[in-house]
């Protein structure tokens, strides 16, 4: 069966090794992020409704599980933001009739100040939520959101979601040099890391190719002076992942194929996700091995980000 909305397993740095299962089609989103690894937002949606069938979703994921593979978790993630799809709450409970899997959302975070929305995921395990800024102006030059979203109201929805959420909320931050590490902009986001009482603070910053090519790396000293700075004991640096040739889920076959795709052309991960059907978070993945191997580039081009094999 060749699956149209699930993907994976992939290998994560943050919850293992992981199902994903994608809500909407390829960046359905109400944010367009300077540092995304998935490309550029086009056109910036905010209503909630069935982006996809939620049945053929659900009966990709009986089918996947039917194997018998081997989970950390199922979660729902991809090439947009998850919490857009109304039926997010229906597949999560639906889900969890057919399996002990433990269930994850990665999200933007925006969204949670509609109630009904934390209603839909009570039964989750994990939210790992995004807040990369804390001030309005920060907020839109990283995140350059939909014009209806605001820094307050979103701030305001995580801290209702801690308020009316069990499972476990590790809100991750994504670092950004001379823009959200300010001592200004570090002083603000510590308050609201204290309100909002995340059972973890996950730093990021830069491992794949991004939107803007101005956004650079942050050295992992930096966000430990960072850590150190803010003196809470429920912050870290998001680890990187084992080697992916450890995982049962890499498929030396589908690296050889891009490769070889590389050997007739440089490609954008849009190319790549167009030949080989694949998302792009699980390209990325076979890329960040590549990358760290030398044998392969990244490089602007007029449509956007080009990848090549390195002469």
Do not use: H
């Not at 995140?143 to 476990?168: A, D, H, M």
């Not at 998302?279 to 990848?307: H, P, Q, T, W």
């Amino acid at each position: 069966m060749r699956y149209k909305y699930i993907f994976g397993p992939v290998p994560s740095r943050r919850l293992g090794v992981s199902l994903g299962i994608d809500l909407v089609m390829s960046k359905t989103c109400n944010l367009n992020c300077v540092y995304c690894e998935c490309g550029k937002t086009d056109k910036l949606y905010n209503e909630r409704k069935e982006y996809v069938n939620a049945e053929e979703v659900l009966n990709e994921v009986k089918d996947f599980l039917d194997k018998k593979p081997y989970l950390d978790y199922i979660t729902f993630s991809g090439s947009g933001e998850p919490t857009l799809n109304s039926k997010l709450g229906y597949l999560i409970d639906e889900i969890k009739k057919i399996t002990d899997t433990k269930i994850a959302i990665l999200t933007n975070g925006t969204l949670f100040y509609n109630d009904k929305l934390i209603e839909e995921v009570k039964n989750a395990d994990v939210i790992v939520p995004s807040l990369d800024a804390v001030s309005e102006e920060i907020f839109y030059k990283i995140n350059r959101p939909n014009k209806e979203l605001k820094i307050e109201k979103i701030i305001n929805g995580l801290v209702n979601l801690r308020k009316n959420y069990k499972g476990k909320i590790n809100l991750e931050i994504f670092i950004i040099d001379k823009l959200n590490d300010t001592k200004e902009e570090l002083d603000k986001f510590k308050d609201v890391i204290l309100k909002i009482n995340p059972d973890k603070v996950q730093l990021n910053s830069l491992d794949r190719p991004p939107v803007e090519s101005w956004v650079k790396p942050v050295e992992i000293d930096k966000l430990n002076e960072i850590i150190k700075y803010w003196g809470l004991d429920n912050v870290e640096v998001i680890k990187k992942y084992k080697v992916r040739r450890a995982i049962k889920s890499y498929s030396e076959n589908l690296e050889s194929e891009i490769l070889n795709m590389l050997a007739k052309r440089p490609c954008t991960i849009k190319d790549l996700e167009f030949i080989t059907c694949l998302k792009a978070v699980e390209i990325n993945k076979y890329l960040d091995v590549l990358e760290k191997e030398k044998k392969i580039e990244s490089y602007i081009g007029e449509r956007g980000i080009f990848i090549r094999l390195k002469s």
